[in-house]
């Protein structure tokens, strides 16, 4: 089985940072596209960011300029560095990853549990 294991959630004053980590971990043969998602309270899931495996990022408009999405291939783990942190960014945030199993060979998509993140002065 594929597990995906985030950290680093909390609570933190507007302007301030968060570094939010997810590693996977199972009988893994190769990882694509690694990203983070986030819910606030009464809304829907929002994508946050993406990486490719060669390390290519793409940003949401609402955090593009303070967030920086990376991984580190040999670890099996991405990160999500959040600065100038707003009140808006409150959310439980999710990782996901595109997973390729060594059993079957078979492309899926994995989540993590779920770690929050509470900006609030």
């Known amino acids: 089985q594929v597990q995906l294991v985030e950290s680093g959630g909390g609570l933190v004053q507007p302007g301030g940072s968060l570094r939010l980590s997810c590693a996977a971990s199972?009988?893994?043969?190769?990882?694509?596209?690694m990203g983070w998602y986030r819910q606030a309270p009464g809304k829907k899931r929002e994508w946050v960011a993406t990486?490719?495996?060669?390390?290519?990022?793409n940003y949401a408009d609402s955090v593009k300029g303070r967030f920086t999405i990376s991984r580190d291939n040999a670890k099996k783990t991405e990160y999500l560095q959040m600065n100038s942190l707003k009140v808006e960014d409150t959310a439980v945030y999710y990782c996901?990853?595109?997973?390729?199993?060594?059993?079957?060979?078979?492309?899926?998509?994995?989540w993590g549990q779920g770690t929050q993140v509470t900006v609030s002065s």
């Open positions: 990486v490719t495996r060669d390390g290519f990022a």
């Open positions: 199972g009988s893994i043969y190769s990882i694509n596209n």
């Open positions: 996901n990853a595109a997973v390729r199993k060594r059993a079957t060979m078979r492309l899926d998509d994995y």
